[in-house]
């Protein structure tokens, strides 16, 4: 009698013919042999066959083959689910998942393998997010609209980025317990006390090991193990300090990317898509930098990176000049290794289209593609033309929550007395920033009223987040008259928390150069049109700081960098002065600010937590709704007056021609009409924005 041998592939998978196969306590399974004939030493006369083994279901290709994978990368969608403007209350389609939908699908239809991946600033970022956060909250089992609306899309995975955590640990968990795929983040570790960096341990997944089958040039299908690895900026331990500080720790991105790439190839990922929240920066790396995309490519076994965080598109002509920086904007490659970043709040889809071959070393990338599909375009008047319908599936799964949104944003609570805008706020003192200046001074003189800081001067700056980053039309506006919660979201977009610093007068100073950074040299003696704006300054940076007057003079060299790095010894402010004195280099000051700014968000010389004398838990934002309802009720319920005190102004410069760029409403022409020195030119650049003349012989203030 002989025992039947299985096909040990079928029980083992197909490395059991070579190496045999185990249990689940690694106890080898052993197969009986067949017993010898009993009552005889002869052998049998018709002996059985050797079984013919089972043909391995998934063979190796051959050397040669080729398929082609398509990625597809979402990222700074910051909850805007719909083609809709809150601050505005109207249709936007300019933004959306909703309509970044369609440009998936397309995607999907056009490639025979396809991945999908989000990158993260996904929960936090428009008033829905807001909403469910800070209003509805999430209770046990309740989905968030961001993952209504992703679920229907079959994500592969998703990476963490910082605004994850503005809401906290707790509310981040109950949100993405929800999404129907997974998450990663290989630099942030739960916080254990010691000093030990062997036994931390990942607050999530590290990196994913997808197998995937996909179909070659041939139709031919075979698996491709997709590896996944997720880094977030390690600066979320000072931007969100009090929600993370003794909870998790933040390591370095490329020392993560160097311990774990390694593993990942080790444990048979094919290829490896990096999926960094983090800029592109090309200057040397150092210990926690916040935009090491570059110096990923530089890590071996990386073969895609999906990168965001800066709001920005690559390739694109903003990274135009590095080519001896390794950067193709052709192909869309970084070192030579595909990548891609595509834009904010859902308005491109990014793609890499590689070509995978099958070499002796296993699967190799052999050719890239990188591109960005846009949700929209602009016809030569500047009207805003879809390119994509709505998708009515995640139409339908958010309606609800998008309604309950719109009903909270427009409930009036107080009034104002004039318009409040921030066109000009980059060229002149601005009421948007002047209300959020004046907020702060206010909640901060009440706080230490009775403490050994009720002596100090409280300084307070503040900065226009709403001034053409997102383009033509993203300016606050808010009329005369009525003031709700979604014109307060409009005046402070971010959800930060309030902190007081102690500086000496030098310090202020040096923090007013670096904000000065915002405005291109002017050289007094061409007769040529110049361009005040330094577009590689973002204008969340440029800080006014109330309670003290200056001059900002344009003629001198930028003394920083956007980067906070020393440019130059050029001193543009000018006649610093407190209450008509002016200031010593040793006067103390309070200045109010954010944790992002107090926590060294921006680089700002001189400015750390280590200066913090003030850790309010209280959100700016907050802050400000509390402050127009007070002033409101004190002005007799007719609202408060938004009116800037123009504390600051440009020295005089004669004859020099300066323009700027500002939006191309009539609002914001009709306003400009209040002012002697800004001239309307009648023209619109490339990007939609109307050009401004400024007129600088006389100081405004």
Same mark, same amino acid.
């Given at each position: 009698?002989? !025992?039947?041998?299985?096909?040990?592939?079928?029980?083992?998978? !197909?490395s059991?013919?070579?190496?045999?196969?185990?249990?689940?306590?690694?106890?080898?399974?052993?197969i009986?042999?067949?017993?010898? !004939?009993?009552?005889?030493?002869?052998?049998?006369?018709?002996p059985?066959?050797?079984?013919?083994?089972?043909?391995?279901?998934?063979?190796?290709?051959?050397?040669?083959?080729?398929?082609?994978?398509?990625?597809?990368?979402?990222?700074?969608?910051?909850?805007?689910?719909?083609?809709?403007?809150?601050?505005?209350?109207?249709?936007?389609?300019?933004?959306?998942?909703?309509?970044?939908?369609?440009?998936?699908?397309?995607?999907?239809?056009?490639?025979?393998?396809?991945?999908?991946?989000?990158?993260?600033?996904?929960?936090?970022?428009s008033?829905?997010?807001?909403?469910?956060?800070k209003?509805?909250?999430?209770?046990d089992?309740?989905?968030?609209?961001?993952?209504?609306?992703?679920?229907?899309?079959?994500?592969?995975?998703?990476?963490?980025?910082?605004?994850?955590?503005n809401?906290?640990?707790?509310?981040?968990?109950?949100?993405?317990?929800?999404?129907?795929?997974?998450?990663?983040?290989?630099?942030?570790?739960?916080?254990?006390?010691?000093?030990?960096?062997?036994?931390?341990?990942?607050?999530?997944?590290?990196?994913?090991?997808?197998?995937?089958?996909?179909?070659?040039?041939?139709?031919?299908?075979?698996?491709?193990?997709?590896?996944?690895?997720?880094?977030?900026?390690?600066?979320?331990?000072?931007?969100?300090k009090?929600?993370?500080?003794?909870?998790?720790?933040?390591?370095d991105?490329?020392?993560?990317?160097?311990?774990?790439?390694?593993?990942?190839?080790?444990?048979?990922?094919?290829?490896?898509?990096?999926?960094?929240?983090?800029?592109?920066?090309?200057?040397?790396?150092?210990?926690?930098?916040?935009?090491?995309?570059?110096?990923?490519?530089?890590?071996?076994?990386?073969?895609?990176?999906?990168? =965001?965080?800066?709001?920005?598109?690559?390739?694109?002509?903003?990274?135009?000049?590095?080519?001896?920086?390794?950067i193709?904007?052709?192909?869309?490659?970084?070192?030579?290794?595909?990548?891609?970043?595509?834009?904010?709040?859902?308005?491109?889809?990014?793609?890499?289209?590689?070509?995978?071959?099958?070499?002796?070393?296993?699967?190799?990338?052999?050719?890239?593609?990188?591109?960005?599909?846009?949700?929209?375009?602009?016809?030569?008047?500047?009207?805003?033309?879809?390119?994509?319908?709505?998708?009515?599936?995640?139409?339908?799964?958010?309606h609800?929550?998008?309604?309950?949104?719109?009903?909270?944003?427009?409930?009036?609570?107080?009034?104002?007395?004039?318009?409040?805008?921030?066109?000009?706020?980059?060229?002149?003192?601005?009421?948007?920033i002047?209300?959020?200046?004046?907020?702060?001074?206010?909640?901060?003189?009440?706080?230490?009223?009775?403490?050994? +800081?009720?002596?100090?001067?409280?300084?307070?700056a503040?900065?226009?987040?709403?001034?053409?980053?997102?383009?033509?039309d993203?300016?606050?506006?808010?009329?005369?008259?009525?003031?709700?919660?979604?014109?307060?979201?409009?005046?402070?977009?971010?959800?930060?928390?309030?902190?007081?610093?102690?500086?000496?007068?030098?310090?202020?100073?040096?923090?007013?150069?670096?904000?000065? =950074?915002?405005?291109?040299?002017?050289?007094?003696?061409?007769?040529?049109?110049?361009?005040?704006?330094?577009?590689?300054?973002?204008?969340?940076?440029?800080?006014?700081?109330?309670?003290?007057?200056?001059?900002?003079?344009? !003629?001198?060299?930028?003394?920083?960098?956007?980067?906070?790095?020393?440019?130059?010894?050029?001193?543009?402010?000018?006649?610093?002065?407190?209450?008509?004195?002016?200031?010593?280099?040793?006067?103390?000051?309070?200045?109010?600010?954010?944790?992002?700014?107090?926590?060294?968000?921006?680089?700002?010389?001189?400015?750390?937590?280590?200066?913090?004398?003030?850790?309010?838990?209280?959100?700016?934002?907050?802050?400000?709704?509390?402050?127009?309802?007070?002033?409101?009720?004190?002005?007799?319920?007719?609202?408060?007056?938004?009116?800037?005190?123009?504390?600051?102004?440009?020295?005089?410069?004669?004859?020099?021609?300066?323009?700027f760029?500002?939006?191309?409403?009539?609002?914001?022409?009709?306003?400009?009409e209040?002012?002697?020195?800004?001239?309307?030119?009648n023209?619109?650049?490339?990007?939609?924005?109307?050009?401004?003349? +400024?007129?600088?012989?006389?100081?405004?203030?």
């Amino acid at each position: 009698m002989k !025992t039947k041998l299985l096909p040990l592939a079928i029980l083992c998978g !197909t490395s059991a013919l070579l190496s045999g196969c185990f249990d689940s306590d690694d106890n080898k399974i052993e197969i009986d042999p067949p017993a010898p !004939t009993q009552g005889t030493d002869k052998p049998d006369p018709t002996p059985t066959p050797e079984p013919t083994p089972e043909p391995d279901p998934d063979p190796a290709p051959a050397l040669g083959t080729k398929l082609e994978l398509r990625l597809l990368e979402t990222t700074d969608l910051h909850a805007n689910v719909l083609n809709f403007n809150y601050f505005s209350d109207k249709q936007d389609d300019k933004v959306g998942l909703v309509k970044t939908a369609a440009l998936i699908h397309k995607a999907r239809e056009e490639a025979t393998n396809s991945v999908l991946v989000d990158n993260g600033d996904l929960i936090q970022g428009s008033p829905l997010g807001d909403y469910i956060a800070k209003i509805k909250n999430l209770a046990d089992g309740e989905v968030h609209p961001v993952y209504k609306a992703m679920n229907t899309l079959d994500y592969d995975v998703a990476n963490i980025g910082n605004h994850e955590f503005n809401f906290g640990l707790e509310f981040l968990q109950e949100a993405i317990d929800d999404a129907n795929f997974p998450y990663i983040s290989a630099n942030v570790f739960k916080y254990d006390g010691d000093d030990d960096d062997s036994n931390d341990v990942p607050l999530f997944a590290p990196y994913l090991i997808q197998e995937k089958s996909f179909k070659d040039i041939d139709g031919e299908e075979h698996t491709v193990k997709v590896g996944y690895i997720g880094f977030v900026p390690p600066q979320i331990m000072q931007w969100d300090k009090a929600n993370l500080e003794n909870k998790v720790i933040a390591k370095d991105i490329i020392a993560m990317a160097n311990k774990y790439v390694p593993k990942m190839k080790e444990e048979g990922a094919d290829i490896i898509v990096a999926i960094p929240h983090s800029g592109l920066d090309t200057a040397e790396h150092t210990d926690k930098k916040e935009n090491a995309s570059y110096h990923l490519s530089k890590v071996e076994g990386i073969d895609a990176i999906m990168f =965001g965080h800066a709001h920005a598109n690559f390739p694109s002509a903003r990274y135009a000049g590095l080519e001896d920086k390794g950067i193709d904007l052709e192909k869309g490659t970084i070192n030579g290794v595909a990548a891609v970043m595509p834009g904010f709040w859902g308005n491109h889809l990014g793609v890499i289209d590689l070509t995978l071959t099958y070499q002796k070393n296993g699967w190799q990338v052999t050719d890239s593609q990188s591109t960005l599909k846009p949700i929209f375009e602009q016809d030569e008047n500047r009207n805003v033309i879809s390119l994509v319908a709505n998708d009515a599936e995640i139409e339908a799964a958010t309606h609800h929550d998008h309604e309950e949104t719109r009903t909270w944003v427009n409930k009036p609570f107080a009034k104002v007395t004039s318009q409040v805008n921030s066109f000009f706020a980059l060229v002149n003192d601005d009421p948007s920033i002047q209300i959020v200046t004046d907020a702060q001074t206010w909640y901060t003189q009440k706080i230490v009223q009775g403490t050994e +800081l009720s002596d100090l001067p409280v300084l307070s700056a503040g900065a226009p987040f709403r001034a053409g980053r997102g383009g033509a039309d993203d300016y606050t506006y808010i009329a005369k008259g009525d003031i709700a919660y979604r014109n307060v979201a409009d005046l402070y977009i971010y959800p930060n928390v309030l902190k007081v610093l102690k500086l000496n007068g030098a310090q202020v100073k040096e923090w007013l150069e670096m904000s000065a =950074g915002q405005f291109n040299q002017i050289d007094p003696q061409s007769d040529d049109m110049q361009s005040l704006i330094n577009p590689d300054f973002p204008s969340y940076n440029f800080d006014v700081i109330d309670g003290v007057t200056y001059q900002i003079d344009v !003629t001198q060299p930028a003394r920083y960098t956007s980067k906070g790095e020393k440019a130059s010894d050029g001193q543009r402010i000018l006649a610093l002065q407190y209450q008509g004195k002016p200031v010593t280099d040793e006067q103390q000051f309070l200045v109010v600010t954010n944790n992002y700014r107090a926590s060294g968000g921006g680089n700002f010389p001189n400015i750390g937590a280590d200066k913090i004398v003030v850790d309010s838990p209280d959100e700016n934002r907050q802050v400000v709704a509390n402050y127009i309802t007070y002033q409101s009720e004190q002005n007799d319920g007719n609202g408060l007056d938004p009116s800037a005190d123009m504390n600051w102004t440009f020295a005089p410069i004669n004859n020099a021609q300066i323009q700027f760029t500002s939006s191309n409403s009539d609002e914001a022409k009709a306003y400009s009409e209040q002012f002697e020195h800004i001239e309307p030119l009648n023209e619109t650049n490339d990007a939609g924005f109307a050009l401004y003349k +400024l007129k600088l012989t006389q100081p405004q203030n």
